[in-house]
T-cell receptor
Framework: DQQVKQNSPSLSVQEGRISILNCDYT??????FLWYKKYPAEGPTFLIS?????DKNEDGRFTVFLNKSAKHLSLHIVPSQPGDSAVYFC???????????????FGKGTLLTVNP | KAGVTQTPRYLIKTRGQQVTLSCSPI?????VSWYQQTPGQGLQFLFE???????NKGNFPGRFSGRQFSNSRSEMNVSTLELGDSALYLC????????????FGPGTRLLVL
């Protein structure tokens, strides 16, 4: 049972355009969401996070939007650059709910390719 | 502040052997989580340790085990290796709770022949 789903295995965009990566979740206990970026043969790097009390968080070119009613979040990258080409993982946890689920749950990732 | 380190970076083993991987968390971080990454499967959670205690375990067979030392360093062990164990094994640390932001090491690439 996949609690965090990234339905697009890959996405290709032109340099300078917007990249939108999507993520859906099913567990209503999740209240903290993160995006990680991963290059081949390296560990994932933390990009940006959002708690469920917010619907938007921005950090430079990266913005994460959270729609709790739809159980959906998205990562916007504007403008996209060739160096952004990587696999992006969405992750979720029940950080603030006090649950004993001591882990992050990850999606399977989306490969973003930014073409020059 | 140094990041998460993992040793070795690459490993080649044969079926039936066992392997031990090591992870040193960021200084001050007490929670260590382990993941297996294989193509198309994303990051599969193995287990999480805090204060030398395993707090959570994923759906992996008992051949996969781990431990944590008093200095928060962690090891994972895989016994009786199978071809399907070939993967990138990632370690991540966080301050106290894995539900917080986790910071990953570079991983150990294990190839089982």
């Amino acid at each position: 049972d996949q609690q965090v789903k990234q339905n697009s295995p890959s996405l290709s965009v032109q340099e300078g355009r917007i990249s939108i990566l999507n993520c859906d979740y099913t567990n209503s206990m999740f209240d903290y969401f993160l995006w990680y970026k991963k290059y081949p043969a390296e560990g994932p790097t933390f990009l940006i996070s959002i708690s469920s009390i917010k619907d938007k968080n921005e950090d430079g070119r990266f913005t994460v939007f959270l729609n709790k009613s739809a159980k959906h979040l998205s990562l916007h990258i504007v403008p996209s650059q060739p160096g952004d080409s990587a696999v992006y993982f969405c992750a979720a946890s029940a950080r603030f709910s006090g649950g004993s689920n001591y882990k992050l749950t990850f999606g399977k990732g989306t490969l973003l390719t930014v073409n020059p | 502040k140094a990041g998460v380190t993992q040793t070795p970076r690459y490993l080649i083993k044969t079926r039936g052997q066992q392997v031990t991987l090591s992870c040193s968390p960021i200084s001050g971080h007490r929670s260590v989580s382990w993941y297996q990454q294989t193509p198309g499967q994303g990051l599969q959670f193995l287990f999480e340790y805090f204060s030398e205690t395993q707090r959570n375990k994923g759906n992996f067979p008992g051949r996969f085990s781990g431990r944590q030392f008093s200095n928060s360093r962690s090891e994972m062990n895989v016994s009786t290796l199978e071809l399907g164990d070939s993967a990138l094994y990632l370690c991540a640390s966080s301050l106290a709770q894995p539900q917080e932001t986790q910071y990953f090491g570079p991983g150990t690439r294990l190839l089982v022949l």
